[in-house]
């Protein structure tokens, strides 16, 4: 029986998503997506998962905000892709949540692997062991502490046993960049971030440090000096987050597999 053959994400399917949002009135600066460091480093991050399942198997991309991540990963994979509605969500808060719906409904137009839902931030409406991979890309940060039992259980419930857990754009609690541009109010040391999985449940497969240098700046000229220098910073950012120096690295990238 022939396999499914993985095919990489690309810039082509990048611009594919930016299509869809321009048909719907959007840029990619509405959702930060201008900073080339941060797409290509998801383009990254997403190539990844060709390690650990074969084309075909069910993600859920948790915490999937403007779909970029799910329209992605749907390349390759049966996609469930969720969020919660935030009232101060980037663009969306201008339009309300009909205007994120609709994003949602375009991205999956013709699409029978990629599915949006919203939730409430606590119960994931799934069976048990539905998913062959969780992926939260730069999510965790974002739950509430009152929340964040009740999640880290919906996961555990969804996942098979034997898939895999993915957290990516975890900010590091000594991050460089947080110290010039503060973006997030929560960061983990690698310590407490592997706290909340613990060993009884899950197998750290890897551990990695992202993104040592700022990819998003506030003023459209600082941006296009980040975009420019990217391909030296990129060389460099590889170089220094396998040295000592990567504690300052701004994001946590973790490979789990459920016990």
Same mark, same amino acid.
């Given at each position: 029986?022939?396999? %499914? ?9 990048? *611009?594919?998503? /930016? #299509? %869809? ?19 290509? +480093?998801?383009?990254?991050? %997403? ?15 948790? +915490?999937?905000?403007? +779909? ?26 201008? #339009? ?21 839902? /919203?939730?409430? +931030?606590? #119960? ?9 991979? $969780? ?5 965790? =940060? ?11 259980? =919906?996961?555990?419930? $969804? ?7 993915? !957290?990516? &754009?975890?900010?590091? *609690?000594?991050?460089?960049? =947080? ?6 109010? $929560? ?7 592997? #706290? ?15 993104? /040592?240098?700022? *990819? %998003? ?5 600082? *941006? ?22 990567? !504690? ?10 459920? &016990?």
């Amino acid at each position: 029986m022939a396999t %499914i053959k993985f095919r990489p994400v690309t810039q082509h399917d990048l *611009q594919s998503f /930016f #299509n %869809i949002l321009k048909r719907n009135s959007l840029t990619p600066h509405d959702f930060l997506f201008d900073s080339r460091p941060y797409v290509t +480093g998801t383009l990254d991050i %997403i190539n990844q998962l060709d390690n650990l399942i074969p084309p075909g198997k069910k993600i859920l991309d948790l +915490g999937c905000g403007s +779909g970029l991540t799910s329209f992605l990963l749907s390349k390759n994979y049966q996609v469930q892709a969720v969020d919660v509605f935030e009232s101060d969500s980037t663009q969306f808060h201008h #339009n309300g949540k009909m205007a994120q719906q609709k994003l949602w409904n375009l991205l999956s137009k013709n699409k029978k692997n990629l599915k949006f839902n /919203f939730f409430d +931030g606590k #119960n994931l409406n799934y069976p048990q062991s539905s998913f062959d991979l $969780v992926f939260a890309h730069a999510v965790i =940060e974002h739950v509430h502490p009152n929340k964040m039992k009740s999640i880290l259980a =919906e996961i555990k419930k $969804v996942l098979k046993p034997g898939a895999y857990l993915v !957290i990516a &754009r975890t900010p590091e *609690q000594l991050a460089l960049s =947080e110290l010039l541009i503060k973006s997030h109010d $929560v960061r983990y040391s690698l310590k407490d971030l592997l #706290n909340l999985f613990p060993k009884k449940d899950y197998l750290l497969i890897s551990s990695a440090k992202t993104d /040592f240098f700022p *990819q %998003i700046a506030p003023f459209p000229f600082a *941006q296009k000096m980040i975009n420019s220098l990217y391909p030296l910073t990129r060389l460099f950012d590889r170089i220094l987050n396998h040295s000592p120096l990567k !504690i300052f690295s701004h994001h946590h990238l973790l490979f789990f597999q459920k &016990r």
